[in-house]
């Protein structure tokens, strides 16, 4: 017995002697470990350490091994009993821990770095529900996130082909959980601008059958009438739970096509287009063959163009004709337009008449507004021209309901930004809660600090004092927030957010100490990557 309570002691004595040496610094001086009488000094050198280490082990482990046979000797059992092998085995452990310097943190490259609760990360991946290859990639991080990274997979269908719609029915025929979980499908084209007869197959095999199915996508794709059924508008009419309809870079051959497609969707309420095109942009001749029931009304209307070519404009100029004259637009709430400024003002000039019959035929329900323009620059830029060309097209007189205004200007430092202003005043509607003015960081220039000034100093000039007047009228006694934001991308240089809002509120002090002017600067996290097709 004697014999054991020593050597279990002596067990104790190194555990504790290397905890007490855990932490000093163990690259500036030698580590001495005494463990199981061995009383050998460990250098810092990592060869000797590791054998010294190494031979420790060995040492406490025979010395464990001894101390449970006295043990079992001394109870007169013939082999170790349960409990007594238990605790060896944690001592034992204990031990190897206290004396793996990877363990006890003596290599600063070993240690793990902290890491998110699960649940958090899962939070985050949800927020990515709508970006596949993203999901993917964090679905190879580690088994924990697997799950989760799946599951919002599964409500987002990607089809890229008639295989993968064959293979989604086949998979849903054996999981018929499945068709209960898909949210949004995304139709791309296999290239630039390609044809998608997947979509005419997958129109007939899932129509009816994701009740669930809310959004529906058509990417980099170009309308063609032989790739589909006679009947694909019928099809995509039993997809009665679809409310929004996305279109970014697709190209019709005539508008009658895509105002067929809009009207088929017969819940739809959200329509966004990016970079439409149409082979031909005559107008229908007859607009009762577009089929469009009385239950398609569109609330929310996205139109957005990243090209400056006529082609371009004459697809947006088409497609809001279009909408006015099948009549969708006229319980609009939200509209969002971006569009090119050119220094002869051509193209957004061509905008006027179309955009004066959109805001005239919605002018009583229209909530929400949101124009995002960016100016090429030029050696002829007019400032004035362009100034009186933005503020006429994008006149909101008609609009008596209006709520919330977001302005977003990109380029515009030379010109100036009284056309925003003209724009703010030209609207009195007495319901007016939010207004959010958002300055793009220039791209010609990469001096932070010379870009705020110059941004503010074109603010200060041509709106801050004018603006600071006007909503300080009683008409605006509702409004309870201005926002001016600077907004700029991580790789470029970040501006100081607090020169910003002090130079801001010099300009307008009345709105300051109303407590409705907020500035802040907002860098802006684009998840889309290259690699993502």
């Known amino acids: 017995m004697a014999k054991a309570s020593a050597a279990k002691r002596q067990i104790h004595e190194a555990a504790a002697a290397q905890v007490r040496e855990g932490g000093q610094d163990h690259a500036d001086r030698a580590t001495t470990i005494e463990g199981a009488g061995t009383g050998q000094e460990v250098r810092s050198d990592s060869s000797s350490a590791l054998q010294k280490e190494a031979q420790d082990r060995r040492a406490i482990e025979q010395t464990t091994r001894e101390n449970s046979a006295v043990k079992s000797e001394v109870e007169g059992e013939s082999a170790p009993s349960r409990k007594s092998t238990r605790e060896s085995a944690e001592e034992a452990q ?82 018929l959980h499945l068709l209960q979980q898909a949210r949004s499908v995304s139709v791309w084209g296999e290239g630039e601008r390609a044809p998608i007869p997947h979509l005419g197959t997958f129109a007939m095999m899932a129509a009816a059958k994701l ?14 009438l032989r790739d589909f059924h006679p009947l694909i508008f019928v099809h995509l009419s039993a997809f009665s739970s679809v409310t929004t309809l996305r279109l970014y870079d697709v190209t019709f051959p005539k508008v009658r096509e895509f105002g067929r497609l809009v009207c088929a969707l017969p819940s739809l309420v959200r329509l966004k287009c990016y970079n439409m095109l149409f082979t031909s942009t005559a107008p229908c001749a007859s607009l009762a063959i577009t089929h469009c029931p009385p239950s398609v009304r569109l609330t929310d209307l996205v139109i957005s163009s990243f090209e400056e070519t006529s082609s371009s404009v004459e697809a947006n100029i088409a497609l809001i ?71 006429s097209v994008l006149d909101l007189m ?136």
């Open 398 to 533: 008609h609009c008596d309901s209006l709520e919330t205004v977001a302005l977003e200007a990109t380029n515009f430092e030379e010109i100036g930004y009284s056309w925003m202003f003209h724009i703010l005043e030209s609207n009195v509607s007495k319901k007016l809660c939010e207004v959010s003015i958002v300055m793009n960081e220039p791209e010609y220039n990469e001096d932070a600090d010379e870009n705020l000034q110059r941004t503010v100093s074109a603010l200060r000039k041509d709106m801050c004092s004018q603006l600071d007047e006007l909503f300080s009228n009683k008409d605006y006694e509702k409004l309870h927030h201005v926002d001016f934001m600077f907004k700029t991308h991580p790789d470029q240089i970040i501006p100081d957010a607090t020169r910003w809002s002090t130079l801001l509120k010099a300009g307008m002090q009345k709105l300051d100490e109303r407590g409705v002017l907020r500035t802040h600067v907002d860098v802006l996290l684009d998840l889309w990557d290259e690699d993502a097709l």
């Open 94 to 175: 204990e031990v190897k821990r206290v004396l793996d310097p990877a363990l006890t943190g003596s290599d600063p490259s070993s240690k793990t770095p902290p890491q998110l609760p699960t649940e958090v990360c899962e939070r985050i991946i949800d927020w990515l529900w709508e970006y596949t290859w993203m999901l993917w990639r964090c679905a190879l991080v580690c088994k924990a996130w697997t799950p989760r990274c799946r599951y919002q997979m599964q409500r987002n269908v990607t089809l890229y082909n008639r295989s993968h719609v064959q293979g989604h029915a086949r998979r849903a025929r054996a999981q």
């Open 321 to 391: 004709g279009h909408l006015c004259a099948v009549g969708v637009v006229t319980d609009l709430q939200r509209f969002e337009f971006s569009a090119w400024a050119s220094s002869d003002s051509e193209y957004l000039e061509a905008f006027r008449e179309s955009l004066y019959e959109l805001f005239k035929q919605c002018s009583w329900s229209l909530h929400n507004v949101e124009f995002s323009l960016s100016l090429r620059r030029g050696k002829d830029n007019q400032t004035d021209a362009i100034s009186d060309t933005i503020a």
């Open 211 to 224: 009740p669930l199915m809310w959004r529906l996508d058509i990417l980099d794709a170009i309308w063609k």
